[in-house]
């Protein structure tokens, strides 16, 4: 039996498994088209990811001053 786990699409959860991903994918990647394209998109989904990381890290310092 398979088992699934899906992840939201706007959650941090899924930038972390993308990035993942297309760092892989850019890793194996043998044209250079390809790996331009590969890396704009990491490049992209790694920013948006730095800065979900970044509002979670705030939030949980703040809940600790609570």
């Known amino acids: 039996m398979n088992s699934t786990h899906t ?5 941090i959860e899924y930038y972390r ?3 993942r991903i297309l760092s892989q994918e850019l890793w194996e990647e043998t044209d250079p088209q390809w ?12 920013t948006h990811l730095a800065r979900m990381e ?6 949980l310092q703040e809940d600790k001053l609570k």
């Open 17 to 19: 498994y993308s990035v």
């Open 7 to 11: 992840v939201a699409p706007d959650s």
């Open 35 to 46: 790996r331009m394209n590969l890396a704009l998109q990491l490049a992209e989904a790694s």
């Open 54 to 59: 970044s509002e979670q890290f705030q939030a």
